[in-house]
């Protein structure tokens, strides 16, 4: 009997997809010179690797092995690719170099493009070293653009240049399990810039950065994130939009099931005074504050320069809920509705807040400006300029 089981068992792993970890043609960035002592450049050898990986057909695996750390000046990997899937195992650690007269592109570190089916996952580390960037020019230290199919996850990413991850004219895109570390006072180390990208989906990810945990830009839609834990940082926000007049659209974003600690802002829509376009279609639900300053931020008429101070237009916000979110703010202000005086929110939706004071014997209060919607539920604070 135990042998027949033996045997059922055997044929079962054989045959299941499930169990099958099957990585295709399998290339090594060894192969091809890598070195990994964390002090050669190994530029040219991934570069070399990719062309491989991205020319074969079928599913193809790039190997970067763990215990190695692979250091890397700026790098693209282009497609399309003749793979129908191309994975890439992060075993080991990625390192930014740190000499800057090496860089000739202070824009992207690592930087995918048109690359569709693309998988990336394996444990292992993406260190940006941006200490010695902070006060430099670098930007986007890992880019995608214009993949379709995009899986990221198990990683940890930390010390970017400035935003830890990109992803423009990207669709299909899931995120899942990463994270995201910067010191608090590390500037512009965004988390995830999402913009011109739809149906992206950040679940189950731990963000400690500078700036935004996420921030979702103009051209982007239908953005699931659940599960994420921001802190510190600058929240998930929707913008900024519409800077220098443009025209910018955000709509079906959702955010659920998400904690924030000790932010800056928690759940924040950010467009800029003068901006054309709207925000619609947008939920927060089931949030969790502990100790931050702007739980629930609307900044229709962002403007820190005082540029454009009598400009009518706005980028218009509507349909946008807040449900079940509670916590605790050091700010005394925890509802802040800042709307346009010409342009104005519509059909701002509260129901179920509960956002007490961090601070023992204080209360905290809403501030309102054109806003209007409703309250469907007792809120703490009261906000008086939502309809009952």
Known sequence: MKAAILTLFLIFMIASPCLCNDLGKVFNVISYGAVGNGKTDDTQAFAKAWEAVCNANGITSLIIPKGKIFLLNPVQFKGPCKATKVLVQVGGTIAASTNLKTWTDNEKWIHFETVDGLVINGGGQIDGQGSVWWNACSDKALHFHNCSGLQLSNLRHLNSQKNHISISGCKGVKINNLRISAPEDSPNTDGIDIATSSNIEVLNTVMETGDDCIAINGGSSNITISSVTCGPGRGISIGSLGKNGAFDT????????????????????????????????????????????????????????????NAQSAVEISNVTFRNVYGTSVDEIAVDLVCSDHIGCTNIVLNNIDIKSAIPGKQTISRCNNAHGSTLSLCTPIVPCLSH
Do not use: M
């Open 250 to 309: 955000v709509e079906e974003v959702h955010v659920r099931n998400c904690t924030f600690k000790g932010t800056q802002n928690a759940a924040r829509i950010k467009t800029w005074l003068g901006g054309k376009g709207y925000a619609r279609k947008i939920s927060y639900e089931n949030i969790q504050i502990i100790n931050s300053q702007n739980p629930i931020i609307i900044d229709q008429n962002y403007n820190p320069n005082s540029l454009n101070a």
